[in-house]
T-cell receptor, first 115, second 113 residues
Framework: DAEITQSPRHKITETGRQVTLACHQTWNHNNMFWYRQDLGHGLRLIHYSYGVHDTNKGEVSDGYSVSRSNTEDLPLTLESAASSQTSVYFC??????????????FGQGTRLTVV | GENVEQHPSTLSVQEGDSAVIKCTYSDSASNYFPWYKQELGKGPQLIIDIRSNVGEKKDQRIAVTLNKTAKHFSLHITETQPEDSAVYFCAASKTGGYQKVTFGTGTKLQVIP
């Protein structure tokens, strides 16, 4: 069955270190998204991509970057981890919708703690 | 940009009772409104959605209503069961070409047996 997987599921890192969270989907979806989930804020969009070599900033993109070299993967990089980036991160994917919206499928999340 | 407000943030109901979660949105151009359920330790999962050309949609014990004039939409769960306990998110987005979804802040629903 097609799926979307995130790794690692849990990560503890030190302030200032570079961290990369992986996201891999086998749906062959064009759209991929990264969200962070924090209490009282719900899900906030970090970056998104509509296809290979396409990346776009979301509402909370500072300190994060993504790259899309193939359809299946959208890794999220924290250039220099900060305590404010302690959060649960979710990756999602959806089909390219031109005339109607399509369902987004979420991974199981990565809990990142920056100490 | 779009802003989605969701109430209440927590909701406790007795098993068998109904639960209602309400959301408002700011962008009148939004025309797609999905609802997601997030169980503990898992990612959100779509449970029902509604488009702006429809006022109400029902799927078994779950229904969603949309009032475009007032720019609010609601999730109704009837005959609640313990397995309905989860965090529920409303969201809004626009159709056409590309999409990105703006989420509400979530409602933690607890169904008491």
């Amino acid at each position: 069955d097609a799926e979307i997987t995130q790794s690692p599921r849990h990560k503890i890192t030190e302030t200032g270190r570079q961290v990369t969270l992986a996201c891999h989907q086998t749906w062959n979806h064009n759209n991929m998204f990264w969200y962070r989930q924090d209490l009282g804020h719900g899900l906030r969009l970090i970056h998104y991509s509509y296809g290979v070599h396409d990346t776009n900033k979301g509402e909370v993109s500072d300190g994060y970057s993504v790259s899309r070299s193939n359809t299946e993967d959208l890794p999220l990089t924290l250039e220099s981890a900060a305590s404010s980036q302690t959060s649960v991160y979710f990756c999602a994917s959806s089909e390219l919708g031109r005339t109607s919206n399509t369902e987004a499928f979420f991974g199981q999340g990565t809990r990142l703690t920056v100490v | 940009g779009e802003n989605v407000e969701q109430h209440p943030s927590t909701l406790s109901v007795q098993e068998g009772d109904s639960a209602v979660i309400k959301c408002t949105y700011s962008d009148s151009a939004s025309n797609y409104f999905p609802w997601y359920k997030q169980e503990l330790g898992k990612g959100p999962q779509l449970i029902i959605d509604i488009r702006s050309n429809v006022g109400e949609k029902k799927d078994q014990r779950i229904a969603v209503t949309l009032n475009k004039t007032a720019k609010h939409f609601s999730l109704h769960i009837t005959e609640t069961q313990p397995e309905d306990s989860a965090v529920y998110f409303c969201a809004a987005s626009k159709t056409g070409g590309y999409q990105k979804v703006t989420f509400g802040t979530g409602t933690k629903l607890q169904v008491i047996p």
